[in-house]
């Protein structure tokens, strides 16, 4: 099926640990994106990637570091987990400026929760 | 930067009956915007959308419609059906870097479709 895929769909893990999320999508898109939703449903941007270059970097953390090894995959590892960083981390993706029509492809999401 | 804010934050009809969901944005520069579906444990996805040089745009049973001089856009569902009950986000956005749409949400709306 094509899709944006992001592994793994739950996560639970303590204070302090190290954590990532891979994200991959076989729609043949030049851009990926990371979006926290948080508790409240509130969805915000907070990196951009376009053919494995970041394009968009919104005040995040340094704890949050996004990597990119391909313009297929789009990965979030974050450091020190703090407890606010409990949310759902949406993955996306768009197609390249010629044929962009605006709409973001989600993943289906990863719920994070930091005890 | 672009804000937006969305109204209600939930909403209860009837079935069978219609829904309206209103938004304002802030930035004149804004061109397109998207609403968004989100169902239970899913990611969002695109239900219509609007560019700045249109006033309304339907779709079935979804419609929206945009006023640039006032700054707002509303979404419009009419003859609901339980399937219609998620959570529904509007979305501002102008073209960024390379192609890369940076799109602001609204806080979002619960909207209930009672049987």
């Known amino acids: 099926d094509t899709a944006v895929s992001q592994t793994p769909k739950y996560l639970v893990t303590q204070m302090g640990n190290d954590k990532s999320i891979k994200c991959e999508q076989n729609l043949g898109h030049d851009t990926m994106y990371w979006y926290k939703q948080d508790s409240k449903k509130f969805l915000k941007i907070m990196f951009s990637?376009?053919?494995?270059?970041?394009?968009i970097n919104e005040t995040v953390p340094n704890r949050f570091s996004p990597k990119s090894p391909d313009k297929a995959h789009l990965n979030l590892h974050i450091n020190s987990l703090e407890l606010g960083d409990s949310a759902v981390y949406f993955c996306?993706?768009?197609?390249?400026?010629?044929?962009?029509?605006?709409?973001?492809?989600f993943g289906e999401g990863s719920r994070l929760t930091v005890l | 930067g672009e804000n937006v804010e969305q109204h209600p934050s939930t909403l209860s009809v009837q079935e069978g009956d219609s829904a309206v969901i209103k938004c304002t944005y802030s930035?004149?520069?804004?061109?397109?915007f998207p609403w968004y579906k989100q169902e239970l444990g899913k990611g969002p996805q695109l239900i219509i959308d609007?560019?700045?040089?249109?006033g309304e745009k339907k779709d079935q049973r979804i419609a929206v419609t945009l006023n640039k001089t006032a700054k707002h856009f509303s979404l419009h569902i009419t003859e609901t059906q339980p399937e219609d009950s998620a959570v529904y986000f509007c979305?501002?956005?102008?073209?960024?870097?390379?192609?890369?749409?940076?799109?602001?949400f609204g806080s979002g709306t619960q909207l209930t479709v009672l049987p």
């Open positions: 996306a993706s768009s197609p390249r400026r010629r044929t962009n029509t605006g709409e973001l492809f």
């Open positions: 990637y376009n053919n494995k270059e970041l394009i």
């Open positions: 930035d004149s520069a804004s061109n397109y």
């Open positions: 979305a501002a956005s102008k073209a960024g870097a390379g192609s890369a749409r940076q799109l602001t």
């Open positions: 609007i560019r700045s040089n249109v």
